[in-house]
DNA sequence: TTGTAGGCGTTATCAT
DNA sequence: ATGATAACGCCTACAA
């Protein structure tokens, strides 16, 4: 370190008076930083890192941050929160498919990050043992509902499913479909939802599924194929807030009211969802609270202070006008 | 490296057989491979880009993640592109405030990343001037407007306004009016708009202008407060698809017919664009060819064979049915 | 509170 | 094609 020349202090001062002031006096602490603002010094965390294996860097794997993907206020508000206790995400996109996954696993472990958060995202059976065996602490975000590898802060999609088919059952709807995505989560709402209906006496609801991520044109499109096998359809819970919309401008376009003829009901509580026209009946999950706790838990655990490994945030129907 | 011994090879050899194959025999290779394998070795980058001084990471700022921004799928793509290169991409929210940005660049560039995305930025006088004298090799994302940090892969924002002005007007609409919002890009799009309309003549349009993100609600507030001021107008260009949407919904509610009374035009082309209530008049700008641009010519230069150091990937209007 | 010694795991450099 | 040596810049451990 040239800082502690220039401070006229050895490196290790210099070091302390940087990274931990706390344990300099201030008289030191101020003569170093003035030095390092006089020569320009930019502290290294990599070699800070090489020795203390502390890299302050969490891996964060998500699906894709493109499209309005519904946990994406999640991650932000993650990332925020990491930011703020000191640490840095770097940002992994796995794509919706599964290959190369332990390739790229391998690549992340090799940045030795302190700790990896999984975001909507199913690691196969190979990449949950790798990632156990690393013996990195690791967060799951988003979901609740199998095992987790290690920590896991979400909800239950399998209970928002239920809820959300005991939801339009209780407004009097008897001919419910869903508009669903073949994607974990999703077939986990779907699998609440129909086991919910079943539970009540309904027949097995009508699904149409779409590929991720969801978009708008899915839920014209879906309402469609749904409308076809069965023209009496009277309510459709949809995958995300971005098909329900679509729902709704597919049945106006055909004439049917919402809710009227047909009550349509979201997930996500995304930021339009208010403002749509109906406003939208949907599932609102508190990214914000989730994000940070995931941040906090991990960080905690980081510093040796394991509190819950497991927290479920529960979700809330939001009733508005469509359903 | 414990890998060498149990590959009966010293550590430099086995280094290269992982790191720089191509220099060892394929005997020798495989050995060191299979020994990996057997120990459970993880490569560590972190003491690599200590001696080597390449991390193989690349910052990138963005203003936010949350909500569909509309340079999230360029961000998305370059993500991708850099990890085909070989690169990690570290991801830092900025926020569309200015605080803590000097604090923020210093953390960043503790990290010593081989390079530095701003999308969407305009970072301050003295955040660039840090930034240049970092010597880091700078890429500005998505923008075109001013005088470049280092290199640049974008569109002209002012020329986007400015053909959307003449679009409408080519349309034979007369009194147009925008929704713009307050940050550094709708800006430029504004002015380009404003400029071309009164090269055209006009009289200087009526704006109103909300806070970013952009929602829906923005839209539907945004054409009831422009009709209040004016209720003939016969035009709105919007700052993004998504206002777009919501003007839209807000003049069907209003029993205003889109396009026959009022021509509606959005910018982003935005997934839900062309599946909307009528399919939206848009302005096109391809994302993934500038991510991917963005991240080969920033790999380029940290291979010192730059070529180009700035590209204007230019857009297209999309006429579709609501303008 | 400050300092000395040494090493973290890899790669650059120079030799063989 | 492979090896020996040293160094990257900081932090841990221990000492003063």
Redesign the interface.
């Known amino acids: 370190m040239d800082v502690a020349n220039a401070a006229g202090v050895s490196k290790i001062t210099a070091s302390r008076a940087i990274s931990n002031p706390s344990v300099v006096t201030e008289a030191t602490r101020r003569k170093v930083h003035e030095a390092a603002a006089r020569i320009?010094y930019?502290?290294?965390?990599?070699?800070g890192?090489?020795k203390s294996k502390r890299?302050r860097?969490i891996a964060c794997v998500v699906p894709?941050?493109?499209?309005?993907s519904v946990f994406?206020?999640a991650?932000?508000?993650m990332?925020?929160a990491f930011?703020r206790l000191g640490y840095?995400?770097?940002?992994?996109?796995r794509g919706y498919g599964l290959e190369q996954e332990s390739e790229?696993i391998?690549?992340?472990?090799?940045?030795?990050p302190d700790g990896i958060v999984l975001t909507g995202t199913f690691a196969s059976a190979a990449a949950r043992r790798r990632l156990k065996?690393?013996g990195l602490p690791v967060m799951e975000m988003w979901d609740m509902a199998r095992s987790p590898i290690d920590m896991l802060v979400g909800f239950s999609h399998e209970a928002a499913g239920r809820e959300a088919a005991a939801y339009l059952h209780g407004k009097g709807r008897r001919r419910i479909a869903m508009v669903s995505a073949t994607e974990p989560r999703s077939a986990a709402r779907e699998a609440g939802f129909v086991a919910e209906l079943q539970r009540l006496g309904l027949s097995a609801p009508l699904i149409h599924s779409v590929a991720p991520?969801t978009?708008?044109?899915h839920g014209?499109q879906g309402l469609a194929a749904l409308l076809q096998s069965d023209p009496r359809i009277d309510a459709v819970f949809c995958t995300t807030d971005?098909v329900a919309?679509?729902v709704i401008?597919e049945a106006?376009?055909r004439g049917l009211q919402v809710p009227g003829q047909l009550a349509v009901m979201g997930f996500g509580d995304m930021?339009?969802a208010?403002?749509?026209?109906p406003p939208l009946t949907t599932i609102h999950v508190d990214n914000e609270q989730l994000g940070e706790r995931a941040a906090v838990l991990m960080v905690e655990a980081l510093d040796g202070r394991r509190s819950k490994r497991v927290l479920d945030m529960g979700f809330q129907i939001v009733e508005r006008a469509s359903a």
Do not use: C, K, W, Y
């Not at 930019?42 to 070699?47: D, H, K, L, P, S």
């Open positions: 320009g930019v502290q290294n965390f990599v070699a890192s090489l890299s860097l894709t941050i493109a499209s309005a994406l206020p991650v932000r508000a990332t925020q930011e840095h995400v770097m940002l992994s996109q790229q391998e690549t992340v472990l090799a940045r030795r065996a690393s991520p978009r708008l044109g014209r971005m919309l679509g401008l106006q376009s930021d339009f208010a403002d749509a026209n």
